[in-house]
């Protein structure tokens, strides 16, 4: 990697403008693509030109004067053979008011606009021409634009790039061969055209799809890609505690389960089964649907753990999940004898310190909690596999920071990975490629797809009436959902805590409770246990119910301000019915009036069940931020590519991506550190 301090002409000053924009490496400055493209090669005559044109022009000067109208400023004619224009300049010392007096000739860049008489250049870039000399030569190529600061002009940029082409060898890491067989264009040439293109190219520079910005699209993702792959070959090198055992915890498990599990259950299970049983850590992601039945799936994994002498971690992203894990897995182990706990921010301190020991001590088998789980005064006694509940709910940067908790002289824990949030293939073979994946393609038999309407929320009365239907007259339970909208967190608790009034005076015959956020644990615990238990009809609440949430008697969801929130969101609400057999609904309220966009959305949710198909649309409208969640964002750095646009590329991607990894080790690391800087930084374990 060369370094831009190399560069001729480069003072601190320069390299701190540049950091700034990202740029370190001689790398960084030829990835740093032109915004637009200015037209020098050519000098139009001035009885041509029209208003927007950003050109080039030359002639001679035949009249100068300063004007002092309501701004004083300088004025020339200037004329070619075929006409005249204006040029107009607001600022100006003495000195160029000397030089571009008559008879100077004179050529010109700028924009052609309307002026009071005529056409006129404002400020326009110019250059004195002195045709006793010799006349400069006109730009081979284009003349690029950079997106830039004020502290760093175009000049800089032009004189490195054209340094760089001059006295580097620009490296191309991508062999020849697999070149070739991708058609793919050569660096050198690729990057030549996209800052140097000619008039011709240019035009065609715009299009996304233009072999040079694929060239480079390619490559970026190439190098992505075999980061994340580079990271997983180097956790095959730690050792992992084989978990082999008789499987006599789960067989009892499963003996006192009151359903069978789905063939994808299985199937998934054989899966992470023989990942347990190997020395090297599992890093599983297990995808399914929402219901699909992941939670069994945890436990049945946990049990294995626990059976070989380990403990195991439960991680939720939130405490109200977490609460209802912790019930969970005490039902279906406590009959086992094996001990559960859960570790909440909600602890006294005294409680807290006990519980600590005793995950200290071994004495507990599994302990259930948030992403405090691993704050530092956590020591587990033997921790053998972490398992983590709606990953994406978490940063990528917390997944890969927990392989380090739990090691204990070299033994690193499994890790199961679970999310209801379907990652669209393409994301998930950059994002996720060092995850192995399984995926429960199936859900339990017996469900009935909930229906879902779309109305507007002046038919709320309609609305609470088939509450008040489903409530009684069906003895089932409903939730509303409040979304949170408005800026402050305080303004959006009390519209919840007022919805629950309202709807409390309009239905004064149910048993209505109320779950936020910011309630204590042990408040949201109770109102939670209390809907359980049926003691509640309807459960008022902001979008914390989001994950996890089951409650199989509940069959009517409502969500209102539903075109606020995003595809997949909608999605994951929605899932917390439909959870036995009856049939269920959704019904989505939305404030009028309601733009297309939003009508659309709205659509694809009311109209498709399948939450692989609505992460996708998600990915289309929204791009892969929000299918990953905001936090996440940052794993997908990218300059140039962009998963959505450049989507066909990635099977070719993951297949070449593979071939460098395996045979041109030198080529892989050169790639990955010419493009993912952060990259190697969360890879140390
Ligand atoms: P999710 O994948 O969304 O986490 P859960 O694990 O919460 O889904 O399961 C949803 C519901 O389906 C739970 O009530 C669970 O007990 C039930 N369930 C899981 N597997 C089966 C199965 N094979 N047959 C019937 N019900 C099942
Ligand atoms: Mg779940």
Redesign the pocket.
Known sequence: MVTIDSLHGVNDKIIEQLNKLNIYTIDDMLFYLPLRYEDRTKIKRLAELQVGDNTMVEGTIQAAEVKYGKKRSLICILEDDTGTIMLRFFHFYPALREALKPGTKLRCFGEVRQGYHCLELVHPQYELLDYSNSVPDLAEHLTPIYRTSSKLNQTVFHSLIDQIFAKYEIIDYIPEALRFKLNLMPLREAVQILHHPTSEIAATLTDEKHPAKIRLAFEELLAHHMSIYSLRANLNKYNAAKLDNAGTLVQALLAQLS????AA?KSVITEITNDLRSANPMQRLLQ??????????AAISALQAIESGYQVAIMAPTELLSEQHTRTFTQWLEPLDIKVTWLTSSLTKKKREQTLATILSGEVALIIGTHALFQKDVEFHKLGLIIV?EQHKFGVHQRLALRNKGNQAGIYPHQLI?T?TPIPRTLAMTAYADLDTSI?DEL???RTPVTTVVMPNTRRDEVIARIKNVCTNEARQAYWVCPLIEESETLQLQAAEETAIKLQKSLPELKIGLVHSRMKSKEKEQVMDAFIAKELHLLVATTVIEV?V?V?NSSLMIIENAERLGLAQLHQLR?RVG?GAVQSYCVLLYQLPLSEVSKSRLGIIRDNHDGFVIAQYDLDIRGPGEVLGTRQKGIMNLRIADVRRNKDLINDVVEIGKIIFDNYPEQCQALIQRWVKEGLNYGTI
Do not use: E, H, Y
Request: hydrophobic share 30%; aromatic share 4%; glycine share 22%.
């Open positions: 359903f069978k599990l789905t259950q399914g649907d929402v219901g699909s039945g992941k939670t069994i799936v509940d679970m209801a429960i339990p038999p017996g996890g089951d199989p899932g959870r």
